[in-house]
């Protein structure tokens, strides 16, 4: 079932999604070489709980850390601790925070000091693919315009969507319908209707979509080896078209989508 929320618990999201903003923006200037990724994840518990919030992923289905940290290969879900970031890696950092009950879910890649011409493609196409993803939130579009969107920019540039995983909705839960893949065929599925907060995320590799799963059960890697990325927003679906409510990419929070 899907949650629609009132324009007021929209605005309840989006100071979670303040929160997680301020928190996205303290870890990238802490990532470098030498850092561990328990690091990273012991600066942003800090950083969360000194706002009166919660980390959200902390204990989430028995998930051990605040953050997820994702190097290199790997796509989601990694479990911060020591591995130290090197020179030239790729770091997927994925936040959530619960402020008040409501909860804002984001992610960036970020490059470690100077990266591959590869790496570098990667990372913009799918920062370019999640924006590409944000005017289709509006209402009277439909749930396979964000995929078609996505697809349609990440592979004209020979890259791969990774299928098994998909965004979601989200509000007073981490996890809520509707799924949302990253690919599909416009026109289809279900209507956008103002309300509506989904949690948009692409997921990218340099080479197959296939993936793999660690023996830790939460590290998710690509099959083949390839570098991955991953870019998320949480977005509300509003009268006024599609509202960022964690705007990562602007210097303050609170920001709207250009219609």
Request: glycine share 12%.
């Amino acid at each position: 079932m899907i949650i629609k929320k009132t324009p007021e618990e929209v605005e309840r999201m989006a100071a979670a999604g303040a929160v997680l903003v301020r928190t996205m923006n303290l870890l990238a200037g802490k990532v470098r070489p030498g850092v561990s990724t328990g690091e990273l994840d012991r600066a942003a518990e800090r950083f969360i709980t000194s706002q009166g919030a919660v980390p959200a992923f902390k204990g989430y289905r028995g998930f051990p850390g605040s953050i997820c940290a994702s190097p290199n290969s790997m796509i989601v879900h990694g479990i911060p601790g020591p591995y130290k970031l090197h020179r030239g890696d790729i770091l997927s950092v994925d936040i959530g925070v619960i402020l008040d009950g409501w909860v804002a879910d984001a992610a960036r890649t970020f490059a470690v000091g100077p990266i591959t011409p590869i790496a570098g493609k990667l990372l913009r196409v799918t920062e370019e693919s999640l924006m590409a993803a944000v005017p289709q939130c509006r209402p009277g579009n439909r749930l396979g315009d964000i995929g078609d969107a996505v697809q349609r920019h990440v592979e004209a540039n020979g890259l791969s969507i990774v299928r098994t995983l998909v965004g979601h909705g989200i509000g007073r839960e981490m996890h809520e319908d509707p799924q949302i893949p990253n690919y599909g065929e416009p026109g289809t599925g279900i209507a956008l209707e103002e309300g509506m907060v989904l949690a948009v995320e692409p997921m990218v590799t340099a080479g197959r979509h296939a993936i793999r799963v660690a023996d830790d059960r939460w590290s998710i890697f690509s099959q083949d080896g390839s570098l991955a990325a991953h870019f998320e927003f949480t977005i509300a679906v509003t009268a006024d078209g599609p509202r960022i409510l964690t705007p990562w990419h602007e210097a303050s929070s609170g920001g709207r989508a250009a219609a």
